[in-house]
């Protein structure tokens, strides 16, 4: 019988000790969101998160990323993740209308003329804690937007607002909904995802996207008639489970708090404003017609309709006694230092 050294014996027991010890520190963090596998803004933000998550922790946060509703469903994903369904989501605010209501007064026409700087923005504002108490029951990572959304309709031209009367179109947000309703137009609520079966089928004849979505959901293929009017920007936030990042131990959210905040947020806007440029060149490759509104909160056609919305919007707050009109000046104030171009 082969004799072991006591010295040598207590150093392996030791070491399979410390083994399983990293193993049972090991944590699986389940990250849920709506766009397609095969987009640019699931591989390059979310899991390339992932993956630079994994790699920070030395493989002891694994993150499994399921993208297209396939783990909770858009308009409840962020439920979904307070509740402990998902560990972390990307989402948009709108899909939980009324939630988040200073959070969307970064979609005001206008407001941003990029991801960029709509994003900037955005943060700027969480950072500053404006916006602490919408987002009470989950940990922020980072805030991001899209570039402007403007107007997109399969066999209608809109030169202006009275041409949107009757429509029915896709409401992505509240500020979205407002300047179609404003203008006349039927408002139809869907997740983005939706949205390409739904112009396809007949039941929208439009929507309100920014030219990122229109290549991300396929829309391009469908639609011949844009009108370059930037009516909102989709806000989004990226969260995690409360009682997720408090079982972490201190190293381990130290690698998910070096991976929150400004550096994420310009990691997606470089994305998204990459998009809007693909996807605008695609509708004029395919020789649609885009009508270009210059200045548009000056405009004599648009301008009125899209102050009287914000206008509308920010009475709305004050009725509920929310500081809408000191979180607004405060997003003109950090637009004016937030870049709308990298560099």
């Not at 940990?139 to 402007?148: A, D, I, N, R, S």
């Not at 107007?151 to 009367?165: E, V």
Request: net charge neutral; with cysteine; proline share 5%.
């Amino acid at each position: 019988m082969k004799r072991f050294p006591l010295k040598a014996l207590a150093g392996a027991v030791l070491a399979t000790a410390a083994m399983g010890a990293a193993q049972a520190a090991d944590v699986t963090l389940r990250y849920t969101h709506f766009w397609p596998s095969a987009s640019r803004v699931h591989t390059e933000v979310f899991e390339a998160w992932a993956k630079s998550i994994e790699q920070a922790s030395d493989g002891r946060i694994r993150v499994q990323v399921f993208p297209a509703q396939t783990l909770a469903k858009a308009d409840g994903s962020y439920q979904a993740t307070v509740n402990g369904v998902a560990d972390i989501v990307s989402t948009a605010q709108g899909y939980t209308a009324g939630r988040f209501p200073l959070s969307q007064i970064v979609e005001f026409p206008g407001m941003g003329e990029t991801s960029l700087q709509s994003g900037c923005i955005l943060q700027s504002l969480y950072d500053k804690g404006m916006l602490d108490k919408e987002y009470a029951d989950s940990k922020v990572l980072y805030m991001f937007t899209t570039g402007p959304g403007v107007l997109h309709t399969r066999d209608k031209s809109i030169p202006n607002p009275d041409a949107l009367k009757g429509l029915r179109m896709r409401n992505p947000a509240a500020i979205a909904g407002q300047v179609l309703q404003k203008a006349g137009a039927r408002n139809v609520s869907m997740p983005a995802p939706e949205a390409y079966e739904s112009m396809q089928r007949g039941v929208i004849d439009g929507t309100a996207f920014p030219w990122e979505a229109m290549q991300v959901f396929r829309l391009n293929e469908l639609a011949s008639h844009h009108t370059h009017v930037p009516v909102y920007s989709t806000v989004f936030v990226t969260a995690m489970n409360k009682r997720t990042y408090d079982r972490l131990p201190d190293d381990l959210k130290k690698v998910i708090d070096d991976h929150s905040g400004a550096k994420w947020q310009q990691r997606a806007a470089a994305v998204f404003d990459a998009l809007d440029v693909e996807g605008r060149q695609a509708a004029e490759k395919a020789g649609n017609e885009i009508i270009v509104v210059d200045d548009p909160m000056k405009d004599a056609a648009w301008g009125p309709l899209l102050q009287s919305v914000v206008d509308d919007y920010l009475g709305g707050l004050k009725k509920q006694n929310l500081p809408g009109e000191d979180v607004y000046k405060a997003a003109l104030e950090a637009k004016s230092s937030c870049p709308a171009t990298a560099g």
